[in-house]
């Protein structure tokens, strides 16, 4: 896998942030200005969970990588100034977690994404 696409946006920066549980490495790939809808069983498409700038998005993100799960990115494309990657996720009792997400690029750093998650549930 190379480290950067033709946008400047570095892949293994974020493969080391997500299966390292990496808040930092994971905040440095996102724009001051970037944006996060998340959308799941709770936040339905109509009224997805939205975090804006980064100090919302490192809360977030040092929430998930607190947690006692593995988190491995399973694949990366990049086109241009988009990229999209699917992280799969299981906490200690096997419940497991599946996230796509798709991003827009400016400056080699995430602006906007839109992710979808499912989890097991009982």
């Known amino acids: 896998m190379s480290t950067a696409s033709s946008s400047g946006f570095d892949a293994?920066?974020?493969r080391r942030g997500?299966?390292?549980?990496?808040?930092?490495?994971l905040l440095t790939?996102?724009?001051d200005d970037?944006?996060?809808r998340m959308v799941d069983h709770n936040d339905q498409p109509s009224h997805p969970k939205v975090l804006h700038?980064?100090?919302a998005i490192g809360e977030m993100f040092t929430d998930v990588c607190a947690r006692e799960m593995t988190h491995t990115l399973e694949s990366i494309l990049t086109d241009g100034d988009h990229i999209a990657f699917v992280e799969s996720?299981?906490?200690?009792d096997g419940t497991r977690v599946l996230v796509h997400s798709m991003a827009d690029i400016r400056d080699g750093r995430i602006v906007d994404q839109t992710s979808i998650?499912?989890?097991?549930?009982a």
Do not use: F, H
């Open 12 to 14: 293994e920066a974020l």
């Open 18 to 25: 997500i299966e390292g549980r990496d808040a930092q490495t």
């Open 29 to 31: 790939l996102y724009g």
């Open 34 to 36: 970037a944006e996060i």
């Open 53 to 55: 700038g980064r100090s």
């Open 89 to 92: 996720c299981r906490y200690p």
């Open 117 to 121: 998650q499912a989890w097991d549930e």
